[in-house]
């Protein structure tokens, strides 16, 4: 267990003091702020579905913008292009020693090839929980700071007003879920980079496997709707399910399942082929 440890903090020496590991904190540090400074200054304005939805049902004074519903919206749109972020750093983590040829050297620590496998996964993992809390952070924290907070409009199904505690625990939940959505992408990333020997392959390929699993689980079409259980995308947007009233905790839960199987899937994979791997390099 000690060697474990250690190996996952070389591991994640190794993902710190990569530039391409910062790409994704400089890019929601930088871009996400910059966003509600033009909502403050510009203002937001609510899609016309919304607004007629608020117009018949509620006589509406002063603003619904706020830092929650920004927050809300941003998730919304993110969800699709997040993982790249998590892919880049993932998608090296085999591949990357491939390249560099150090993986003769490294094994021939008094480790096996599972505990080095365990330890670039915990590491990406840890990375991945980084990278997803500070990205919950920095839109909370800079939305309430510039934009202020409130109660929150939910707006699917109908309209769900949240409290400000209220949104700020569904919120919570839903950064968890996203966390564990994106253990997901990693755990396929890695599997392509113990696939591959050049990070490129396992960068793009899991993004491409992405999109494409994105696009058939969205569309509405019968000789596609038996594949959808068999797509982990399907389980993707399940972090918008806690700004449901009442919690669907079945359905939650029902997705996080299917999300762990196909996790251990991909861990079990990787296992299979980095243990036959003939290193060369």
Do not use: C
């Amino acid at each position: 267990m000690f060697k474990l440890f250690i190996l996952i903090k070389v591991e994640l020496i190794k993902i710190f003091a990569k530039p391409r590991t910062y790409i994704g904190f400089i890019t929601v540090g930088v871009l996400i702020p910059l966003i509600m400074v033009l909502i403050r200054w510009f203002g937001f304005a609510l899609p016309e579905y919304y607004l007629r939805q608020l117009s018949q049902n509620f006589d509406m004074q002063g603003s619904l913008v706020n830092g929650y519903l920004v927050s809300y919206y941003l998730m919304s749109i993110l969800w699709i292009h997040f993982p790249f972020f998590i892919i880049l750093v993932a998608g090296d983590s085999f591949a990357g020693e491939d390249s560099h040829g150090t993986f003769r050297l490294l094994l021939t620590r008094p480790v096996s090839r599972i505990q080095v496998l365990t330890a670039k996964y915990i590491s990406t993992f840890i990375y991945t929980a980084t990278m997803v809390s500070f990205l919950g952070v920095i839109s909370l924290g800079s939305g309430n700071l510039l934009l202020g907070s409130g109660d929150l409009f939910v707006f699917d199904k109908g309209i769900l007003i949240l409290s400000q505690n209220e949104a700020v625990s569904r919120f919570l939940i839903a950064y968890s879920l996203a966390i564990f959505v994106q253990l997901v992408v990693a755990s396929l990333a890695i599997l392509l980079s113990t696939i591959s020997e050049n990070p490129v392959g396992p960068i793009v390929g899991s993004y491409a496997v992405i999109i494409v699993s994105i696009i058939l689980s969205m569309i509405k079409v019968d000789a596609l709707r038996g594949l959808h259980p068999y797509l982990f995308t399907s389980y993707f947007d399940v972090f918008f399910a806690p700004f449901a009233d009442p919690i669907p905790w079945k359905e939650i839960w029902g997705s996080v399942f299917a999300l762990f199987k196909f996790g251990v899937l991909f861990f079990i994979l990787s296992v299979i082929r980095f243990v036959r791997k003939d290193i060369t390099s």
